[in-house]
């Protein structure tokens, strides 16, 4: 059965060192929670905290009603998946994911059907008597997830499960493990440093940056809605530029270059007439590069790059700055270096942050938390 976790004013430290200041969020029954930031923003010490593999210092930690505080990792009924899979080389297939079965005294029959319906789950029923040695590395992380699974934990915490796979691998095995997490129902919270990963496994996402939550939603929301510009900036790809807003009795343009000027309608500023400086940031997908019109702001190829469904170019704006841009692929020639181009903007997608505070002016943004 899945469970929610609570999280209360949740405090980590080493000896004088807090890194985690006291953090306070809810994960829903079921869901797919993903805890995704730089190296050393805390994540895997939330993720040990929770597994019982790391002290609490303050708040409280609480599986539903439950506080888990003091309870010692073998009696939380969780299940963990790691970095390096940590099977049993010397222990086949099945009883790689029979051990925690048997660790509980079920009785014989029951591990045998439990173990073979979840290696069903997991579609590596056919390598039951297999070593270990004899897998490939997406198998052997399919044996560790059934491992996991098969104890029927209240949640299931994995930590970069597929930091170790190849490219092409990670795609597969990740959308597998959504697959199997929605078949089973349970709890998971799932450690990543891979943007691309969490958005394509997620329900939800935390973005964590030196031990706080910046901002905790949706794939969607998350991308398109940053909460202030370094959830932004680590989200995907974006272009960060500088310009001014100019307010005239409550209406605001966003000043570009020259003669370009896009309303904006939907921001918040609490002045009334005058110009504000801010930080406007349009993802590369945002840009349209247009070769006949007058309209956009001036622009010149620097370089592209051709990776099949999308042209990725680099140009120079007249202000100096450097951007990219990515186009859908076409059948024919591309835009070559040293060509003088337009870029006009899709509006109702960029995002306009605070100069000082970076925090994210548009309506409508929310933290989650």
């Known amino acids: 059965m899945s469970i929610s976790i609570n999280f209360k004013n949740v405090i980590k430290k080493y000896n004088d060192i807090t890194v985690i200041p006291g953090l306070s969020f809810a994960i829903k029954k079921g869901e797919f929670f993903t805890l995704l930031g730089p190296s050393g923003c805390g994540k895997t010490t939330l993720l040990r905290m929770v597994a019982g593999f790391n002290s609490i210092e303050g708040g409280e930690i609480s ?103 190849d490219a092409k691998l990670r795609v597969d095995m990740r959308n597998a493990i959504k697959e199997i997490q929605r078949k089973v129902g349970i709890t998971t919270v799932y450690v990543t440093h891979d943007q691309e990963e969490a958005m394509a496994v997620s329900d939800r996402i935390a973005v964590m940056n030196l031990g706080t939550i910046q901002q905790i939603g949706t794939p969607q929301s998350i991308y398109q809605r940053p909460t202030n510009l370094f959830v932004a900036s680590f989200i995907g790809r974006t272009n960060v530029i500088e310009r001014d807003i100019r307010i005239d009795n409550g209406k605001c343009t966003l000043m570009l270059d020259g003669q370009h000027v896009v309303d904006i309608p939907n921001i918040i500023i609490q002045t009334a007439s005058q110009n504000v400086r801010v930080k406007v940031s349009i993802r590369p997908e945002e840009f349209i590069i247009d070769t006949a019109s007058s309209e956009g702001i001036e622009a ?19 202000s100096g700055e450097k951007v990219e841009v990515i186009q859908e692929s076409t059948i024919g020639d591309t835009i070559n270096p040293g060509t003088k181009v337009r870029l006009r903007i899709k509006k109702e997608k960029i995002n306009i942050f605070d100069y000082d505070s970076e925090v994210n002016l548009i309506e409508g943004v929310s933290h989650g938390f």
């Open 63 to 165: 599986f539903d009603d439950k506080v888990i505080n003091d309870i010692a990792p073998q009696h939380r009924n969780i299940g963990m998946v790691f970095q390096n899979y940590a099977i049993f080389p010397h222990l086949t297939v099945k009883k790689n994911v029979a051990f925690g079965l048997s660790n509980r005294k079920l009785a014989k029959e029951e591990i045998e059907k439990r173990v073979s319906e979840i290696l069903d789950v997991v579609q590596i029923k056919q390598f039951a008597d297999r070593m270990p040695e004899n897998l490939s590395g997406g198998q052997q992380q399919r044996v560790a997830l059934a491992r996991a699974v098969v104890i029927e934990p209240s949640v299931l915490l994995m930590d970069e499960p597929l930091s170790n796979l």
């Open 300 to 318: 010149t190829v620097l370089d592209h790059i051709f990776l099949g469904l999308n042209n990725h170019y680099f140009a120079e704006l007249v």
